[in-house]
């Protein structure tokens, strides 16, 4: 078992405790320290597995909450998307792909802040999953800039969480697909996957023993900090293996 397989799984544990206490950040946390020990074509994959499972258990408890029209047509444009995708992704060099993904969970720090409500477009939800399932096979974690997207649409927070899950569900596993179609197999990654998903169940139980006894804005700032940190080494790192600023 190398240190890969050891790390991992304990930064997802310490990830999955912090989106139980604060409601949100773990993945993006999670997909940032990834990068820094596993390839661009491992890495996004791995992370979907991981992300599917999540999702995929919070969209199963909650079925009758699901809005199945929007689940629907977004999982068809998901497909559409994720087949758009795969025929680029992999001219994505690991250096470009630092700097996208640095830049792009930058950027998820100052979207929620804008409060934004995009209006409603007749036929939209097809179009909406072929975007994000396209963008996710490059970036890996579009929940955040999906949000916005779901307000104003008649949900109750209960369908909004539902719904939301199950259009996360067809994300990662169209994405998933895709990569398994390029190649990716998960024999070699089979057993840090599983130690991943156990991290996760670990930290997400836990977070409900010490939710309340901590204090959220500390967990918040932290979180902040983290990834602003975290995005601008990966940006650096990126323009540095590119130009060589030193």
């Known amino acids: 078992m190398d240190s890969t397989t050891i790390i991992i799984p304990l930064v997802t544990f310490f990830t999955s405790l912090l989106t139980g206490v604060v409601g949100m950040g773990g993945g993006l946390v999670l997909l940032l320290i990834m990068a820094s020990f596993l390839p ?17 258990t919070r969209a199963a408890v909650s079925i009758p909450n699901i809005d199945r029209k929007i689940a629907l047509e977004f999982g068809a444009g998901a497909v559409i998307g994720a087949a758009i995708g795969s025929q680029f992704v992999t001219s994505v060099t690991e250096e470009l792909f630092k700097i996208l993904l640095g830049g792009f969970i930058l950027a998820c720090l100052v979207v929620p802040k804008l409060n934004i409500k995009m209006p409603k477009i007749p036929g939209e939800w097809p179009i909406i999953g072929a975007i994000t399932s396209c963008v996710g096979l490059f970036i890996g974690n579009t929940g955040v800039f999906m949000s916005p997207f779901y307000l104003n649409r008649g949900l ?23 990569f398994v179609a390029l190649g990716f197999t998960l024999g070699p ?58």
């Open 189 to 246: 990654y089979l057993l840090l996957v599983i130690l991943m998903g156990i991290a996760s169940f670990a930290g997400s139980y836990l977070s409900k023993k010490v939710l309340g006894k901590l204090s959220e804005e500390v967990f918040l700032l932290l979180f902040q900090v983290t990834i602003v940190l975290l995005s601008l080494k990966l940006i650096i790192g990126g323009l540095n293996d590119i130009y060589h600023l030193w």
């Open 40 to 56: 661009f074509a491992v890495l996004i994959p791995v992370h979907g597995i991981n992300q599917l499972v999540q999702h995929a």
């Open 156 to 178: 109750k927070k209960e369908q909004l969480v539902a719904t939301k899950s199950a259009c996360q569900v067809a994300v990662h596993s169209t994405k998933i697909a895709a």
